[in-house]
């Protein structure tokens, strides 16, 4: 999915639907927004690492492909854990790693024109896609997804939000 704002509406709607938010809670203590921060971050972390060198130099787009293959963006998630203290470090490095697992699995349902993901570097260079989605078709999708993910977050809000004095005489 080519845009930054479809891969953060699916690590939402993963967090709300897919049991991805027990899985950012495990472990050590953490707040919930840094563990939230880790995970959006790493939702998008494939494309902040990799489409500067695309657009600044797109001679050097063959280069900079395998940067975004799993086996370096673990490396990624590996060295950006270690801005947190100890015990934090762990937590950070999971939820890293659960934001960029959503985009690697998003990335792999678009068809590519040129290039793809190298989904087992340094094992493999091929770049294996399911193919479901051309790349012009992602960008209306991204904007569903964000809409629908937009009204799970609301709802989730409204859920979260305690009941006041007035909705308590309401709801008696
Ligand atoms: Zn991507």
Do not use: K
Request: net charge neutral.
């Amino acid at each position: 999915m080519p845009d930054l704002l479809g891969h953060v509406a699916v690590a939402r709607l993963a967090l709300e639907l897919a049991g991805v938010a027990a899985v950012l809670e495990r472990g050590e203590p953490a707040s919930e927004d840094a563990r939230l921060a880790c995970f959006y971050l790493g939702s998008i972390l494939p494309d902040l690492v990799t489409r500067p060198f695309h657009i600044l130099f797109p001679g050097c787009t063959a280069y900079v492909e395998v940067l975004d293959s799993p086996f370096c963006l673990a490396l990624w998630a590996l060295m950006l854990s270690q801005a947190f203290a100890g015990p934090l470090r762990r937590a950070a490095l999971r939820c890293l790693s659960a934001g960029i697992a959503t985009h690697v699995v998003i990335d792999l349902v678009q068809r590519h024109i040129a290039g793809g993901y190298m989904l087992l570097f340094p094992f493999s260079v091929a770049t294996p896609t399911w193919g479901l989605l051309w790349p012009e078709q992602s960008v209306g999708l991204s904007l569903a997804l964000a809409a629908v993910a937009l009204v799970v977050e609301i709802a989730a809000r409204r859920r979260r939000r305690p009941a006041t004095g007035t909705d308590a005489a309401v709801h008696s």
